[in-house]
């Protein structure tokens, strides 16, 4: 397998490790270099039954997946479409943590790192349910409640198909819900236009690019109204800097009667490097926060010890949201694993 093309598997098993997988790569200026494509398709077609977390719900269709992934490495012409050809097999897993390390202008956007609206069926319509801050959609004047019409011309069911390839008949809706977001998210280098209904009118706006630009501090620390401490996390579980900066935050917050952590705007992911010491600032001692089932073998419980020089024991509430990716959804579902807080948010 050629590394510089596809480098799926150390993200392929989201429910086996708290990784770091999910930040969005930049498009390339550079071409991406000469890979024997044929050869792999064939190895991704056989390593995901063998490895992927999640088969089940896409054995039906994965022979269609192999075989059209094959017939088009036969024919691409270049190496853009041979690129185009191992992102479509990645779509048809339909999952965050599966992403190629490379991409293109004409690359999708990895959804939710690079997305900005989440958009679901509700009555026969597709609503959107979800708008993130100081997105390019929140910018353009999209709302929670507003109908998705069309978007770069093409309907939901439409803009769902551009995005599965194989098993096209029944998606599961999971599927569908996760199709049309993608193909919302739109591309890196393609303009962004979107109709929608509002309260019986038609309108249409154009969109800027969804990512959103962050903050110059990776944490952010005020105390609110009735001595609650409150803290943000920018987008930035990633960097080795965010430890400290928590660290002083929390410090600062230490006289409060709880705490407020807002996890909504960390979809880029990050690692269990950032994660844990953050873990172990509310616990004093080891604790158990994650449970891993490998398959025909052992349950192991992760656990996460205690970190600083204090323990905050107050109560803690985690805000979490559509825009929660990876390990900030790691850190939401930890806390909840060491009976440490309160999450409160959306899906």
Same mark, same amino acid.
């Given at each position: 397998?050629?590394?510089?093309?596809?480098?799926?598997?150390?993200?392929?098993?989201?429910?086996?490790?708290?990784?770091?997988?999910?930040?969005?790569?930049?498009?390339?200026?550079?071409? *991406?270099?000469?890979?024997?494509?044929?050869?792999?398709?064939?190895?991704?077609?056989?390593?995901?039954?063998?490895?992927?977390?999640?088969?089940?719900?896409?054995?039906?269709?994965?022979?269609?997946?192999?075989?059209?992934?094959?017939?088009?490495?036969?024919?691409?012409?270049?190496?853009?479409?041979?690129?185009? &050809?191992?992102?479509?097999? &990645?779509?048809?897993?339909?999952?965050?943590?599966?992403?190629?390390?490379?991409?293109?202008?004409?690359?999708?956007?990895?959804?939710?790192?690079?997305?900005?609206?989440?958009?679901e069926p509700i009555d026969g319509r597709y609503i959107i349910t979800a708008v993130r801050p100081m997105?390019?959609?929140?910018?353009?004047?999209?709302?929670?409640?507003?109908?998705?019409?069309?978007?770069?011309?093409?309907?939901?069911?439409?803009?769902?198909?551009?995005?599965?390839?194989?098993?096209?008949?029944?998606?599961?809706?999971?599927?569908?819900?996760w199709a049309i977001n993608a193909a919302v998210a739109g591309t890196h280098a393609a303009p962004r236009?979107?109709?929608?209904?509002?309260?019986?009118?038609?309108?249409?706006?154009?969109?800027?690019?969804?990512?959103?630009?962050?903050?110059?501090?990776?944490?952010?620390?005020?105390?609110? *109204?009735?001595?609650?401490?409150?803290?943000?996390?920018?987008?930035?579980?990633?960097?080795?800097?965010?430890?400290?900066?928590?660290?002083?935050?929390?410090?600062?917050?230490?006289? *409060?009667?709880?705490?407020?952590l807002d996890l909504r705007e960390t979809a880029s992911g990050g690692s269990t490097d950032i994660a844990?010491?953050?873990?172990?600032?509310?616990?004093?001692?080891?604790?158990?926060?994650?449970?891993? &089932?490998?398959?025909?073998?052992? &349950?192991?419980?992760?656990?996460?010890?205690?970190?600083?020089?204090?323990?905050?024991?107050?109560?803690?509430?985690?805000?979490?949201?559509?825009?929660?990716?990876?390990?900030?959804?790691?850190?939401?579902?930890?806390?909840?694993?060491?009976?440490?807080?309160?999450?409160?948010? *959306?899906?």
């Amino acid at each position: 397998m050629s590394k510089a093309q596809f480098s799926l598997f150390a993200c392929l098993i989201p429910a086996l490790a708290l990784a770091s997988c999910s930040s969005q790569p930049q498009p390339s200026t550079a071409e *991406t270099p000469a890979v024997d494509l044929l050869a792999d398709v064939r190895t991704i077609c056989d390593e995901v039954p063998a490895r992927y977390a999640y088969f089940e719900a896409r054995v039906a269709y994965w022979p269609e997946t192999c075989a059209r992934a094959e017939a088009a490495a036969v024919s691409a012409g270049d190496k853009s479409a041979s690129l185009a &050809v191992l992102e479509r097999m &990645v779509d048809d897993l339909y999952e965050p943590h599966a992403a190629l390390n490379t991409n293109n202008q004409n690359s999708p956007r990895l959804v939710p790192t690079g997305s900005d609206l989440w958009i679901e069926p509700i009555d026969g319509r597709y609503i959107i349910t979800a708008v993130r801050p100081m997105s390019g959609a929140a910018k353009a004047g999209l709302k929670v409640g507003d109908e998705l019409i069309s978007f770069n011309g093409q309907t939901p069911q439409e803009l769902a198909m551009s995005r599965i390839h194989a098993g096209k008949a029944d998606p599961a809706p999971k599927r569908l819900i996760w199709a049309i977001n993608a193909a919302v998210a739109g591309t890196h280098a393609a303009p962004r236009h979107i109709d929608i209904r509002r309260e019986g009118n038609l309108l249409s706006f154009d969109m800027a690019k969804p990512e959103v630009t962050q903050p110059d501090e990776l944490v952010t620390a005020q105390t609110l *109204t009735g001595n609650i401490g409150y803290i943000r996390v920018n987008n930035s579980l990633g960097n080795s800097g965010t430890v400290p900066a928590f660290n002083a935050a929390l410090e600062t917050l230490r006289q *409060t009667d709880g705490l407020i952590l807002d996890l909504r705007e960390t979809a880029s992911g990050g690692s269990t490097d950032i994660a844990e010491p953050i873990l172990g600032r509310f616990i004093d001692q080891p604790t158990a926060y994650q449970r891993t &089932v490998m398959p025909n073998g052992p &349950v192991i419980d992760r656990k996460v010890k205690p970190s600083g020089p204090w323990t905050y024991d107050k109560p803690v509430i985690v805000l979490v949201g559509r825009w929660t990716g990876s390990m900030g959804e790691g850190m939401a579902v930890g806390f909840d694993g060491m009976s440490r807080d309160t999450d409160a948010g *959306t899906d």
